[in-house]
């Protein structure tokens, strides 16, 4: 019965990829404000006030995005990765039937 239809089982939906989870968390509002001020911050300091280091500070905002984006969607991947490995631990279970008074 198995070699003829297959194994009786719901297929796994694929896990969300981590470009996905990182594309999800830059949706947050303060995040997207928090890059259009690093963008703004970073036109004023290099093309209005001409300072050496008038890109530092938009720099700097930019950087902090990435790393609360990163930090975020690695622990979401990982969180996820747990939870699909203790579900299948759950689903992993030995059936038995009785067939024609046969225990299969």
């Given at each position: 019965?198995?070699?003829?239809?297959?194994?009786?089982?719901?297929?796994?939906?694929?896990?969300?990829?981590?470009?996905?989870?990182?594309?999800?968390?830059?949706?947050?509002?303060?995040?997207?404000?928090?890059c259009?001020?690093?963008?703004?911050?970073?036109?004023?300091?290099?093309?209005i006030?001409?300072?050496?280091?008038?890109?530092?500070?938009?720099?700097?905002?930019?950087?902090?995005?990435?790393?609360?984006?990163?930090?975020?969607?690695?622990?979401?991947?990982?969180?996820?990765?747990?939870?699909?490995?203790?579900?299948?631990?759950?689903?992993?279970?030995?059936?038995?039937?009785?067939?024609?008074?046969?225990?299969?």
């Amino acid at each position: 019965r198995v070699e003829a239809f297959g194994r009786n089982e719901m297929p796994l939906e694929p896990q969300t990829s981590l470009l996905e989870l990182m594309w999800n968390a830059l949706q947050d509002p303060t995040l997207v404000f928090l890059c259009c001020a690093a963008v703004v911050s970073l036109v004023i300091g290099v093309f209005i006030e001409k300072e050496p280091l008038g890109w530092l500070e938009g720099t700097a905002i930019l950087t902090a995005v990435v790393v609360v984006v990163m930090v975020g969607s690695v622990n979401d991947y990982q969180k996820e990765a747990q939870f699909r490995a203790l579900n299948a631990q759950k689903d992993d279970m030995t059936v038995h039937v009785l067939r024609g008074g046969k225990k299969f």
